[in-house]
């Protein structure tokens, strides 16, 4: 009787099962051999209860956020504060180093801008006409305060004629210097920009607003220049210092709102990626 080419490599692989079976038990994980065509089915959709707790909540309330920690707080759960992208992630099952959990149970904060702070950063360092910048100013006098060349507050309804009058002079010209060994010649053009006597020229707006959802009011100071031939520029002094320093003050809120609701978790200062 003949055995075909499947037939004696079945039997190779039954006779060597044994050794292989006894190596896998050396290892220590709970690993098992089975026959390639066999098929998992998960049951859990038919039982009363899941498995595991899991699922992700997400929020842009910081309130809301340590509230969730008050019903699920557990041995071994972890949050990550990620001041850069003003978020934190709290894992609820992620264990510990001897006793690994699963890691599908987590909370997410993700801190919201404001419309006020969305405002002031749409117009930062934008290209602006005269009539885009008057109606900026108008648009959120609330929580804009604007000062001359000098130093002088100037009314907000003042400062968006000022705006609206202003003329842009073009000036061109020639440089040149002579010495005993080299001469030197340079075209210049140069813009000069006024408005009519009875306004004051603003140089510098002050814009003050709650920046993200759950943390204090910050004063911007934004500084005004000239491109070219009617566009008007907004740049926002020492932004980046700002954004440390909110990312410095999130932290520091959320491990005092922790503490003061006695909820006892270890908090890392970076991201978590299971």
Not at 99 to 122: D, E, I, M, S, W
Request: hydrophobic share 40%; aromatic share 10%; glycine share 4%.
């Amino acid at each position: 009787m003949s055995m075909d080419k499947s037939a004696i490599q079945q039997i190779q692989e039954t006779g060597s099962a044994k050794e292989f079976l006894a190596q896998l038990a050396v290892a220590g994980f709970p690993v098992a051999a089975l026959p390639a065509n066999f098929e998992l089915h998960n049951l859990e959709s038919y039982m009363p209860n899941r498995n595991t707790f899991r699922g992700l909540m997400k929020t842009a309330n910081i309130d809301e956020f340590v509230r969730y920690h008050e019903e699920y707080q557990t041995e071994g759960n972890q949050c990550f504060i990620n001041a850069d992208n003003m978020s934190a992630l709290t894992i609820f099952d992620l264990g510990t180093h001897n006793v690994p959990g699963h890691c599908k149970h987590q909370a997410q904060l993700t801190l919201r801008k404001t419309a006020l702070f969305r405002a002031l950063l749409n117009v930062n360092e934008e290209r602006l006409g005269q009539k885009q910048l008057a109606e900026w100013i108008e648009d959120y006098s609330t929580a804009i305060q604007v000062f001359s060349t000098t130093g002088d507050v100037i009314d907000n309804a003042i400062a968006s004629a000022a705006v609206r009058n202003m003329k842009f002079e073009a000036r061109a010209g020639r440089e040149s210097s002579v010495d005993d060994f080299s001469q030197h010649q340079s075209e210049y053009e140069s813009v000069a920009v006024r408005t009519k006597e009875e306004f004051p020229m603003p140089a510098v707006f002050k814009f003050t607003c709650e920046p993200y959802l759950g943390l204090d009011e910050r004063v911007f100071e934004l500084r005004m220049s000239t491109i070219g031939n009617d566009t008007l520029v907004l740049r926002i002094k020492k932004l980046e210092q700002h954004q440390e320093e909110m990312g410095e003050e999130f932290q520091e809120k959320l491990q005092a709102k922790f503490l003061s609701e006695s909820i006892e978790i270890d908090t890392f200062i970076g991201s978590f990626t299971s």
